[in-house]
């Protein structure tokens, strides 16, 4: 499988086990960065791995940071991104066969890495179920396209 893994600074270290677990199981991984631990701003990367995604270049995705909360965030900015924080393994299965997550979003001051690579072997092997999950995934993507278009509702922040 092709995957293409990023992290800011505060996912580095994990970043790093991840990216091994993945290549000794076979994968073939795209490292997009950071590649120090230095500190980094996540938005540009956690968008760079979910366009490697959903421009076909990689199967799925890994972003990860401190909660994986704003990279979960980055990466479902990217049209047609389906990223789901994963703090667990059920989280991760649900992910994959109810939402067809193509992101898997990891804390690295949230999981242990042994919790990590598990959440992530999780997330790779389930699949997606299809059948009543099929009409909301519709619904998403109806409503991604709308806000694209821009004929949604305008919002003030």
């Not at 995705?61 to 900015?77: D, R």
Request: charged share 20%; glycine share 12%; net charge negative.
């Amino acid at each position: 499988m092709r995957i293409a893994v990023g992290s800011d600074h505060a996912g580095f270290v994990l970043k790093g086990a991840v990216v091994a677990h993945l290549q000794a199981g076979g994968h073939q991984v795209s490292d997009l960065g950071t590649h120090s631990p230095e500190p980094v701003d996540y938005p540009p990367i956690c968008a760079a791995v979910a366009r490697e995604v959903v421009g076909g270049r990689a199967d799925l995705g890994v972003v990860i940071g401190g909660s994986g909360q704003g990279e979960q965030i980055a990466a479902n900015k990217v049209h047609g991104a389906r990223a789901a924080l994963c703090p667990d393994e059920f989280t991760a299965r649900l992910a994959r066969q109810h939402n067809d997550a193509n992101v898997c979003a990891l804390g690295a001051r949230i999981v242990a890495e042994e919790l990590a690579l598990s959440v992530l072997d999780t997330f790779l092997s389930a699949s997606f179920e299809g059948g009543r999950h099929l009409a909301r995934l519709q619904q998403l993507r109806d409503i991604e396209a709308e806000e694209c278009s821009g004929a949604g509702p305008a919002q003030k922040y």
